[in-house]
């Protein structure tokens, strides 16, 4: 069964387990996924009310936007988990020769490699759905303040678990030229994401 299928109490036993999947990459998916939900909660709560005919179209975007993250990001929760599948298979590889060795440790850069690149796509999807809880939070129904909120929270938590879970990976990866790409990236991300919380600090503020 994908790990998006599993009850909510099912997923969290795994998590709980000595099993190392799902980890944070997954977890943080899975967050992101929940941000993006509130999101579509709050454009449809504002859709359905009356008094904000003028955000109509842009909630509609919004609405639809979330939605295609949501989808995503339930897949990306067992595709984090497969990408540290890959790893764990890379290190079990056979290591009696040298060409044996040499394998082992191409397979285990490339796996890496990719349990770098899974969590960061993670990461850039998580910051999209904070970037529209935020704009939610700005133009939506003001009751649902609180809840836009959360989905900026939630945005940058997961967000942040995303790029962490890129830089724990990069220790290990040889290439500088790409752990050096990943490393900006990571940056960048970081700081967008702490200004969206600040924006949306504001915001609920101004509310």
Same mark, same amino acid.
């Given at each position: 069964?994908?790990?998006?299928?599993?009850?909510?109490?099912?997923?969290?036993?795994?998590?709980?387990?000595?099993?190392?999947?799902?980890?944070?990459?997954?977890?943080?998916?899975?967050?992101?996924?929940?941000?993006?939900?509130?999101?579509?909660m709050?454009?449809?709560?504002?859709?359905?009310k009356?008094?904000?005919?003028?955000?109509?179209?842009?909630?509609?975007?919004?609405?639809?936007?979330?939605?295609?993250?949501?989808?995503?990001?339930?897949?990306d929760?067992?595709?984090?988990?497969?990408?540290?599948?890959?790893?764990? =298979?890379?290190?079990? +590889?056979?290591?009696e020769? !040298? &060409? @044996?060795?040499?394998? *082992?440790?191409? %397979?285990?850069q490339?796996? #890496?490699k990719?349990?770098s690149?899974?969590?960061?796509g993670?990461?850039?999807?998580?910051?999209?759905?904070?970037?529209?809880?935020?704009?939610?939070?700005?133009?939506?129904?003001?009751?649902?303040?609180?809840?836009?909120?959360?989905?900026?929270?939630?945005?940058?938590?997961?967000?942040?678990?995303?790029?962490?879970? =890129?830089?724990?990976? +990069?220790?290990?990866?040889? !290439? &500088? @030229?790409?752990?050096? *790409?990943?490393? %900006?990236?990571?940056?960048? #991300?970081?700081?967008?994401?702490?200004?969206?919380?600040?924006?949306?600090q504001?915001?609920?503020?101004?509310?």
């Amino acid at each position: 069964m994908s790990m998006k299928d599993m009850t909510v109490t099912a997923l969290c036993e795994l998590t709980a387990s000595a099993s190392p999947a799902p980890g944070g990459g997954s977890i943080s998916a899975m967050s992101g996924a929940y941000a993006a939900a509130l999101v579509c909660m709050v454009a449809k709560l504002t859709l359905e009310k009356e008094g904000y005919q003028d955000v109509r179209e842009e909630m509609e975007a919004i609405h639809q936007e979330a939605d295609s993250l949501r989808n995503d990001l339930l897949e990306d929760i067992q595709k984090d988990a497969e990408s540290f599948d890959a790893f764990m =298979v890379a290190l079990k +590889l056979p290591k009696e020769t !040298d &060409e @044996e060795k040499a394998l *082992r440790r191409e %397979a285990m850069q490339d796996a #890496l490699k990719g349990a770098s690149q899974v969590p960061l796509g993670i990461a850039r999807k998580c910051l999209k759905a904070q970037k529209l809880a935020v704009r939610a939070l700005e133009i939506g129904n003001v009751n649902t303040a609180s809840d836009a909120m959360v989905g900026v929270l939630l945005g940058r938590a997961a967000t942040l678990g995303g790029v962490n879970n =890129v830089l724990i990976n +990069l220790g290990g990866i040889k !290439d &500088e @030229e790409f752990v050096a *790409r990943m490393r %900006a990236a990571c940056e960048e #991300l970081t700081d967008i994401a702490n200004q969206q919380e600040a924006n949306g600090q504001a915001a609920l503020m101004s509310r």
